[in-house]
């Protein structure tokens, strides 16, 4: 066949070319295809303990027994797809389980109450096996404004409660602390609180960090902020003589000069190169971002149209960075207003009906987190955790046949596309 662009021109454009390409993979490698927990539980510092993640799937554990006795319950409250069909009598809800029980896990799939059954099961177990995935040892909003020695006794405190979690293997399979901002006013109380507690987590554990060790990063708005803590990272690192990059980070996207700066532009990205390769995630703060857009109090929620916007420009900035996101917090707590032995029928029916009003509060919140890419969120209370696993198990369990059906098309319309011989080439 004759052509007419010579090799050698080719060659060359294709050097150019390539080049470009290199550079852009580099810029955009994909997501990783690393473990991201579906949560992160924040908790001020100074009530943190070596046990605390299975203190909080106890209580958890205590909830959802208490508000969700039973499948049948457990959909209702979240209005799962089929619950309308299930009994309410507590003896036709047993025969019901008992019978769900017995049958195959195909079989079950045909009965309306399927889901529930599914979601509620899941959510148990999760709940005694692994209920709390990633912690953050809150050193910002959690903890406040304290005097400078006592939040120097609660960042040695901490180090020492993570270091017996180390050893007793209690902690969570995620872990870090959320340090002050470096705005003026907090850099230097930020960077001491980093200092003591990593110095102090180094000398008990002999050098080593618990699996999975981040550092949060507050309220960034310019790229000085994560460039200074990677300055303060490398010092550190050096001091006890770990690999270089061990020590990772997260950043918060809850300014308004986080989503465009002052050349309107979207800063994410150049927040995330400041970095060097250390941040792996950026969460959003619902309540600091909305307050920043003079949205009032009672609006604040994470459904909140201007959240929406953030959400989006974040997804454009950082998709196929391999940079995780994170969504906010339900700041509407599952808790009763009763308390103690020998209340009445009319309280515990309150307490009943205020905690299911949270839960669905927050399980609202959470699918409209997961309907829009965010597949990880907050949460601040034992009690937020049924309504986090239901949410996310009912999201997955809809949409698996959707999506086994849209890849098993994709792969037989590919396979009749590109089958060259017996080699499929995607």
Known sequence: ??????????????????????????????????????????G??????????????????????????????????????GAEALPEEPSAVRELEAELQARSAGERKN?????????????????RTEAVEDFRIDFE???????????????????????????????????????????????????????????????E???????????????????????ALVQFFELLEDAFALDDGTLKMEMMVETTQSIMDAQGANPLYRLVRAARGRCVAMH??????????????RYQEMDHPVCDFAHHMTKVALAQTGIWLSDG???????????????????????????????????GHIRHSLRNGYYQGWDLNPAQLPMRYAAVYAFFLESYHDARNRLRAFIDQAARATLIGDVFDD
């Open 329 to 363: 917090a339900t700041n509407t707590m599952p808790i009763g207003p009763h308390r103690g032995q020998g209340l009445t029928a009319e309280q515990i029916a309150e307490n009943t009906r205020v905690v299911h009003r949270a839960w669905r509060k927050g399980y």
């Open 111 to 127: 009965h309306p109450g399927w889901l529930s059954f599914e979601v509620y099961h899941k959510t148990l177990r999760k709940l």
């Open 44 to 81: 001020g510092a100074g009530l943190f303990r070596y046990n605390t993640a299975g203190v909080l799937a106890k209580k958890a554990l205590e909830a959802m027994q208490l508000y969700a006795p039973d499948f049948a319950t457990f959909g209702r409250i979240f209005q799962l797809e």
């Open 284 to 297: 959003f703060g619902t309540y600091d971002y909305t307050a920043a857009c003079n949205i009032t109090a």
């Open 1 to 42: 066949m004759q052509r007419s662009i010579p090799d050698a021109n080719k060659h060359a454009i294709f050097y150019q070319l390539g080049q470009a390409n290199q550079a852009f993979r580099a810029l955009y490698p994909g997501e990783r295809p690393d473990r991201q927990p579906v949560h992160t539980v924040y």
């Open 205 to 227: 554990t002999n050098g080593k960090l618990p699996d999975n060790f981040v550092v949060m990063l507050p309220k960034v708005t310019i790229p000085e902020q994560p460039e």
């Open 141 to 203: 909003d959690g903890f406040g404004n304290r005097t400078n020695d006592e939040e120097d006794q609660t960042a040695l405190q901490a180090a020492r409660e993570v270091a017996r979690g180390m050893a007793e293997n209690t902690l969570p399979p995620f872990i870090g602390i959320r340090i002050k901002p470096f705005t003026e006013e907090m850099k230097e109380r930020g960077a001491r609180t980093l200092d003591l507690f990593l110095t102090a987590l180094m000398m």
